[in-house]
């Protein structure tokens, strides 16, 4: 259990450097859905291996990241809903 939790936290985190490295390098934009499911997901791992580990700030900060994320993709199909 605890090597599967290691290796969720660590696709976490290459989704979420992944994402960012991706939209610095002009290779991603902030506006697609790629970008947002790939910080979704990185931060979902981080919350498991967070709340796995009892770093529960981490835990709490990244349940954040994912509402944010999560509103951005709702703003995103609401603003293409209405073209």
Known sequence: ???AVE???WAGAALIL?????????????ETMTYH??????AAGFVVNSGFNGA???????VIW???GLYALRQ???TAART
Not at 18 to 30: M, P, Q, W
């Open 7 to 9: 290796v969720i936290g």
């Open 56 to 62: 529960f700030p981490s835990a709490a900060m990244n």
């Open 76 to 78: 995103r199909a609401a």
């Open 18 to 30: 992944g994402a960012y490295a991706l939209l610095s390098a002009g290779r991603l934009k902030a």
């Open 66 to 68: 994912i509402g944010i």
């Open 1 to 3: 259990m605890k090597i």
């Open 37 to 42: 499911l790939m910080n979704i997901l990185g």
